[in-house]
């Protein structure tokens, strides 16, 4: 039976839960928030980010990418699938994003996106969730310790972003995540009546009728909505489900048999990423177990002088993640730690593209990594930096060797080519439907009526810090948005 509401949300990730939450706050029509995994509500292993690693295959939509044009797709690109999103599915970095990032959005065309536009959005975030700084560990502490003695201050980046070397602030309360699902939903059976979370519920096409917007068809039937559609599928999967409904580049879906309902160039295309490369260290003796994540500490380098903002960012781990599957590129044998320098603001675009004609195909992922040279050659500087922390006083305390890449690894084309090997997701994606691009200002899809896009892939561009602060801060604004505000 087709169901009827006023706004239907698709995606009940970090952007879905905050749009749904601020929605029912001001409207009294039924609202219908779509998510296609299960509910994190009494999970454990999804709300307790201590226990991050219980998480199961089915908590993950299992995409793969390419880092680069040409290469297999072997990077694991993890995309979270439970309601709440990846903010239940990361180490809880929450960083504000510098002014710069949203003067410079502004520039791009995304009028009205401004810092002093953006900066109330931050305030109704600070409003809602908790946000602390990560506990200390003594590994951590000789990172710190490290950039210090490379004359480096330690910073509280709670307060400001800077180049210098601290602890990451954590949207956590203790070992409890403040995800938007947490803070914004919970407890669920609290919600207001015309508020339905509809969990394992998953969209597999838009309803569109003479240019508008007017449902979706779901795995539970067609939702037939009067007012919007709202987009939060994030940016590998608003993108897909935009083309495989017929919005998107023309010759693309008339490939995959699909009916072109609005020839939409740029869905997509643009998207851009954190990426990063880590130094791995074996360790003299067995890293103690943490309190509540394996990332505590971060440094920032500006090593342009001129720009606007840190153009490096690093992710020490207590621990080595393997991103690489089934064709790992950091064994170790025994103990060891790793810091990883991502380009804050990386220029290099890759896109997303469908493998077939419905949401049921995965989509196609090419991060096309250092296709801007730039990004190449500020993050061989960067590696040179991390090799440096590794010779300090305070790692060589705690460090036995350097065994990623090694010390053979000395000249630019050694380091080049080690960098293209393991180069690795910071799982950042976004601008895939950008501001200015696929959206107006106010988030409307262009050319639709009664559709607006409210995740990361409306981002005109790349953000210096972990991104889910500003995804949050995009939904507050999406709100207002659909309400015409």
Request: aromatic fraction near 6%; include cysteine.
């Amino acid at each position: 039976m087709t169901q009827t509401c006023d706004y239907l949300i698709i995606g009940g990730g970090s952007s879905g839960a905050v749009v749904a939450k601020r929605l029912a706050e001001k409207t009294s029509g039924r609202i219908i928030l779509l998510e296609a995994g299960k509910s994190d509500e009494g999970d454990p292993a999804a709300t307790d980010l201590k226990r991050l690693d219980e998480q199961t295959d089915d908590y993950d939509w299992g995409f793969k990418a390419s880092t680069m044009t040409g290469a297999p797709p072997d990077l694991k690109y993890a995309r979270a699938r439970l309601l709440g999103g990846c903010a239940n599915h990361n180490d809880c970095a929450f960083i504000r994003p510098p002014d710069s990032d949203f003067d410079n959005w502004d520039k791009l065309g995304a009028t009205g996106w401004n810092a002093a536009a953006m900066a109330p959005y931050w305030q109704r975030i600070r409003d809602t969730i908790t946000i602390e700084n990560a506990p200390c560990h003594p590994v951590s502490r000789a990172f710190i310790e490290a950039g210090k003695e490379l004359g480096l201050d330690e910073v509280d980046f709670s307060k400001e972003v800077k180049p210098g070397v601290g602890l990451f602030p954590l949207n956590a309360r203790g070992r409890l995540r403040q995800s938007s699902s947490v803070a914004y939903l919970h407890p669920l059976a609290s919600l207001p009546k015309h508020l339905e979370v509809w969990t394992g519920c998953m969209a597999t096409r838009l309803l569109l009728n003479n240019g508008k917007a007017i449902g979706a068809e779901t795995t539970r039937g067609e939702i037939h909505a009067s007012k919007a559609v709202i987009l939060a599928c994030g940016s590998i999967q608003t993108p897909q489900l935009l083309m495989v409904s017929g919005l998107g580049p023309a010759a693309h879906l008339k490939a995959h048999g699909i009916a072109v309902v609005a020839d939409l160039p740029h869905v997509g295309q643009h998207l851009q990423d954190h990426v990063a490369a880590p130094i791995v260290w074996e360790t003299k003796e067995p890293v103690a177990d943490w309190e509540i994540c394996p990332f505590e500490a971060t440094m920032m380098l500006k090593l342009d002088h001129d720009a606007p903002a840190p153009d490096i960012l690093f992710h020490f781990g207590l621990r080595v993640r393997e991103k690489y599957g089934d064709h790992p590129r950091l064994a170790t044998h025994g103990p060891a730690v790793k810091a990883s320098p991502n380009v804050t603001r990386a220029k290099s675009e890759g896109e997303v593209r469908l493998s077939g004609p419905t949401m049921a195909h995965q989509p196609v992922i090419n991060l096309n990594y250092f296709s801007h040279p730039d990004d190449l050659a500020l993050l061989l500087r960067a590696m040179r930096v991390t090799r440096k922390i590794g010779n300090t006083a305070a790692m060589r305390s705690i460090c036995r060797a350097e065994i990623h890449p090694g010390p053979d690894v000395q000249s630019d084309e050694d380091w080049i080519d080690y960098i293209r090997n393991v180069c690795e997701t910071v799982y950042h994606p976004c601008a895939t439907a950008a501001i200015g691009k696929v959206v107006t200002p106010d988030l409307k899809v262009m050319g639709i009526e009664s559709l607006f896009i409210a995740d990361a892939s409306v981002f005109p561009a790349l953000i210096t810090v972990n991104i889910n602060s500003a995804v949050m801060m995009t939904a507050e604004k999406a709100a207002d948005c659909v309400l015409g505000r």
